[in-house]
């Protein structure tokens, strides 16, 4: 019996090679750089194209992103399905690349209706990268070995976020510093991330082995709604795959939370600071009006409004790098652990350090506290530990026949999760105070 080729201590599938999973890594490291970086440029975004006033980014965010996630609760399911007859990499790519669309159509919105839009599109490329990723690890990763692939898999899903916050978070704030005004720097900025994912693209598609190819005519699986009910059904029948499917609900939403309401509590924060005068010349929306009509004055208060959306987000960015350095940290512990004790114990730990860590942040009135650090910090682990054990358990139970459309279901129950959280997390940030969304989600992984 020929030996399955390793990439350090993780065994390989079939045919599967240790520089396929390297790829698969990278991949993953691109797209979670991606996910992170939008949600962390969503205050700049609301403030500099759309004029937004900070007390209405929260219900405003809310309302976008869970029209986005909506989109992808449709389609998740639809991606994983198609994924079992078209492939993986045909999924993938085709995900990088309406992805990169949608970068290039956000600064073209100037109404919340116009980004509606371009999130919409934005979520339907990422329904399907990041379903993409579960999927293919599964289809790599021997059973055995699952918890430390899907810990590497967490590690490159770390830097991604990481770097996604720290470095993308600071490119409208040095497009500035460099003359350009914020609208340019803003465009600028969007079109770097789309050229990031035209590279995912063009790497997914000469470098990934294509996982579960086009079938033959006796192999043909059965219809995508067929498929997408089977993969409902299983979790009648099967408590494990159920306590997954919830697992994924906070999972996700964990992830979402923070990525979208840090940014936006630094940069309300941040514009606190301002002037009177000038906070209330933002709140009059008097910025796009006036400062095209030459008054100075009016043109240096906006500026300095630019400049707090700019630098509020910088701040988030930099808290969201520590939860992604949490992350690494947390990511091969959690890994090693899955592969030694039940799994199912495992995810119920990783739920645990969440209650923990998302239920401290009702202790923050100042987000630039020092004890803020080490808050984000447990929150980091916590979300690494609950990706990673929810994964590698729907990973272990999903038949490899259905596999797609038991993910896929999966990963639907995930957007369903952001939907709802960041839906609720938006009411609760404008309207209660805003620590509001992430001890809402501490409820949930209390509840699960």
């Known amino acids: 019996m020929t030996e399955p080729a390793r990439l350090w201590r993780i065994r390989l599938n079939g045919s599967v090679r240790a520089r396929h999973l390297?790829?698969?890594?990278?991949?993953?490291f691109l797209t979670i750089l991606m996910a992170v970086g939008v949600n962390t440029l969503q205050p700049y975004l609301l403030s500099t194209f759309l004029d937004l006033h900070v007390s209405q980014h929260g219900?405003?965010?809310?309302?976008?992103?869970?029209?986005?996630?909506?989109?992808?609760?449709?389609?998740?399911?639809?991606?994983?399905?198609?994924?079992?007859?078209?492939?993986?990499?045909?999924?993938?790519?085709?995900?990088?690349?309406?992805?990169?669309?949608?970068m290039l159509a956000m600064p073209m919105s100037h109404s919340l209706g116009g980004l509606f839009g371009a999130r919409a599109l934005y979520s339907v490329g990422v329904a399907a990268?990041?379903?993409?990723?579960?999927?293919?690890?599964?289809?790599?990763?021997?059973?055995?070995?699952?918890?430390?692939?899907?810990?590497?898999?967490?590690?490159?899903n770390g830097l991604g976020a990481g770097l996604g916050a720290v470095l993308l978070s600071r490119l409208p704030?040095?497009?500035?510093?460099?003359?350009?005004?914020p609208i340019a720097a803003g465009w600028y900025t969007y079109s770097c991330l789309a050229g990031i994912c035209v590279l995912g693209a063009v790497v997914v598609r000469l470098s990934l082995v294509g996982g579960a190819e086009r079938p033959t005519a006796a192999e043909e699986p059965p219809p995508l709604l067929v498929a997408m009910r089977d993969g409902l059904a299983t979790a009648r029948t099967d408590a494990v795959v159920a306590m997954s499917y919830a697992a994924a609900f906070v999972a996700r939403a964990d992830l979402a939370i923070a990525g979208v309401f840090l940014p936006l509590w630094l940069t309300r924060h941040s514009y606190g600071e301002l002037p009177e005068a000038t906070r209330r010349m933002a709140e009059q929306s008097l910025c796009a009006a006036e400062a095209m009509a030459g008054d100075a004055e009016v043109q240096r208060a906006c500026v300095a409004v630019g400049e707090a959306a700019a630098e509020g987000v910088k701040a988030g960015g930099a808290l969201i790098g520590v939860i992604g350095a949490a992350g690494l940290v947390a990511a091969p512990l959690i890994g090693l652990l899955c592969d030694r004790i039940n799994r199912s114990v495992a995810l119920g730990i990783a739920l645990l350090i969440n209650v923990i860590g998302y239920g401290m942040t009702g202790l923050i009135d100042d987000p630039t506290a020092g004890m803020v650090w080490g808050i984000v910090a447990v929150i980091g682990a916590g979300e690494a530990c609950g990706v990673i054990t929810s994964q590698v358990l729907i990973q272990q139970i999903a038949?490899?026949?259905?596999?797609?459309?038991?993910?896929g279901m999966f990963n639907v129950f995930g957007a369903l999760g952001i939907m709802i959280c960041?839906?609720?997390g938006g009411k609760l940030f404008d309207h209660w105070t805003e620590s509001g969304p992430f001890v809402f989600v501490a409820v949930l992984n209390l509840f699960v």
């Open 422 to 424: 960041l839906f609720v």
């Open 173 to 181: 704030l040095a497009f500035q510093n460099s003359g350009q005004d």
């Open 129 to 156: 990268t990041t379903g993409m990723l579960t999927i293919i690890a599964a289809d790599y990763i021997v059973n055995e070995d699952r918890g430390k692939g899907n810990a590497a898999l967490g590690v490159a």
């Open 399 to 407: 038949p490899a026949e259905r596999r797609g459309a038991v993910v």
């Open 59 to 102: 219900d405003a965010s809310g309302a976008v992103l869970t029209v986005g996630e909506f989109v992808a609760f449709v389609l998740v399911g639809i991606w994983g399905a198609l994924s079992d007859r078209a492939g993986r990499r045909f999924v993938y790519v085709t995900g990088f690349l309406i992805m990169g669309a949608s």
């Open 22 to 28: 390297l790829v698969l890594y990278f991949a993953g």
